[in-house]
C-alpha cells in the first residue's frame, strides 16, 4: 500500500521540480552563448564548462604555471638543473618567475626545463663526456638524460634558462620520447605580439604560463611570410549592454549585440591541429580566446562573467588598442542566425595577421 504524500513530502517535491526547472535553464542559457560563438564550420561549438576542472583562479591570481610534456628547450642557463631540484613542473615554473625584477618586471629567466618523470629521468644520458664539450660547448646548457650507471637519477632537475629571443626559443627536441617538461615565461614589456589589420595595428600580450600550447602555436604564425585565410568574419558591438570599459549595464540584455569580434588563424597551406584546453579564466574586455579548440577565436568587447570559465585565454589585447577593436566591431554586417541564435558576419571580412615587434637595437 503506498503512503499518502504529507505536506512535508509534497514541500519536498515543490522544491525539486523548482530546482529541476532552474537547472535546465541554466544549461539553455549556456548553449545560447556557447552557440553564439559557432564559426563557420559546424563542428566548432564550445563544451560544457563542466568538463574543465582546472584551477578556476588561473591568471585571476598567480595561479598560472604550465608548461609542455615532451619538449625541451635549449637556451643560456641561468641556474643549473644538476644543482637544484624540485618536485614539480609548477615550482620550477615559479622559480623562474622569482627571477624577475619586481612584479611583472624583466625577467632574468624566461624559459624553463624540469624532469618530472623519476623512471625515465634516472635512465637519460644527460652528462656530455669532457670529449663532447670540447667539440661543442653549448651542451652545458643541454637537459638530456641518459644512463643511470653513469649519471644517476635525474629527477626533478629544474633547468632555468634564458632564451636569446624569446618569441623563437631555441627547440632541442619534442616527441614521445623526450622526458622533459618546458614552458616560457613573459615578463613585463616581453611577449608582446602585432595583430595587423587594415584597421590598425592592435598589440597583444601573449600568456604562455596560462597557454603554453595556444601561445606556441601563434609563434609558429609569426615565422609565416602571409596568412591567407586568416581573418576577422564576425563583428558585434557592445550594444547598450556594456559600458566603455566593459562592464555590463545593469537590468540590460546579454545581447544580442555578444560585443567581440571573431574569426580564424587557419592558414592556407599550414595544418591545424586541435588546441587542448588549457586555462579558462573569466572573459574580459581584451581577452583573446579559442573557440573550441581554434582555431576560430574571438576577442571580447565586454566583461562576460555570464559565460562562466569555459574559453581557453591565450592572450589580452593592450587597453591602448581596444579602439581599434572597437572600430572592428563597428562596421558593417549582415544579420545571420547560427542555431537559432542571431549573430552579426561582416559583409567584408578583415584580413589579419599576426606580427612580431621589431627587435631592438
Known amino acids: 500500500m503506498s503512503r499518502r504524500q504529507t505536506d512535508s513530502d509534497l514541500h ?39 568538463s574543465w576542472r582546472g584551477n578556476e583562479e588561473e591568471r585571476e ?40 625584477e619586481g612584479d611583472d618586471g624583466p625577467c632574468l629567466c624566461d624559459s ?6 623519476k623512471q625515465d629521468c634516472g635512465s ?43 618569441l623563437d626559443p631555441d627547440w632541442r627536441d619534442s616527441g614521445d620520447n623526450v622526458i622533459w617538461t618546458s614552458g616560457l615565461v613573459f615578463g613585463k614589456g616581453e611577449g608582446i605580439i602585432k595583430l595587423k589589420t587594415e584597421h590598425g595595428i592592435v598589440n597583444v600580450k601573449l600568456f604562455p604560463d596560462c597557454a603554453p600550447h ?19 568574419y564576425r563583428a558585434e558591438s557592445r550594444g547598450n549592454s556594456w559600458d566603455l570599459q566593459g562592464n555590463h549595464i545593469e537590468h540590460a540584455p546579454y545581447g544580442p549585440p555578444y560585443a567581440l569580434i571573431q574569426g580564424t588563424v587557419d592558414a ?11 586555462a579558462c579564466p573569466t572573459i574580459r574586455r581584451g581577452s583573446i580566446a579559442w573557440v573550441g579548440s581554434g582555431p576560430d577565436f574571438f576577442i571580447s568587447l565586454a566583461n562576460h562573467h555570464e559565460w562562466k570559465k569555459a574559453y581557453t585565454v591565450f592572450g589580452q589585447v593592450l587597453p591602448e588598442d581596444m579602439e581599434i577593436v572597437e572600430k572592428i566591431s563597428q562596421l558593417p554586417t549582415i544579420p545571420d542566425v547560427w542555431s537559432n541564435v542571431k549573430v552579426a558576419v561582416l559583409e567584408r571580412p578583415v584580413p589579419l595577421r599576426f606580427i612580431r615587434m621589431k627587435k631592438s637595437p
Not at 32 to 39: A, N, P, Y
Not at 67 to 78: F, K, N, R, S, T
Open 112 to 117: 624553463w626545463v624540469f624532469c618530472g618523470n
Open 268 to 278: 592556407y597551406g599550414t595544418v591545424f591541429k586541435d588546441i587542448p584546453q588549457e
Open 61 to 100: 591570481g598567480d595561479g598560472c604555471c604550465r608548461g609542455v610534456e615532451h619538449l625541451e628547450l635549449w637556451g643560456d642557463a641561468m641556474k643549473w638543473g644538476s644543482d637544484f631540484k624540485l618536485n614539480s613542473s609548477e615550482e620550477c615554473c615559479r622559480a623562474c618567475k622569482e627571477m624577475c
Open 124 to 166: 637519460r644520458f644527460g652528462k656530455p663526456t669532457s670529449l663532447a664539450l670540447l667539440f661543442n660547448p653549448r651542451l652545458f646548457n643541454s637537459t638530456f638524460c641518459g644512463n643511470k650507471q653513469d649519471c644517476g637519477s635525474r629527477f626533478g632537475e629544474c633547468w632555468l634558462k634564458k632564451q636569446k629571443d624569446a
Open 214 to 232: 595556444s601561445v606556441y602555436y601563434i609563434l609558429e604564425l609569426l615565422s609565416l611570410q602571409h596568412c591567407a585565410g586568416c581573418q576577422f
Open 12 to 50: 519536498r517535491f515543490t522544491l525539486w521540480v523548482l530546482f529541476l526547472i532552474a537547472a535546465i535553464s541554466c544549461c539553455m542559457a549556456y548553449y545560447s552563448f556557447s552557440v553564439s560563438l559557432k564559426g563557420n564550420s559546424d563542428t566548432i561549438f564550445v563544451g560544457s564548462s563542466e
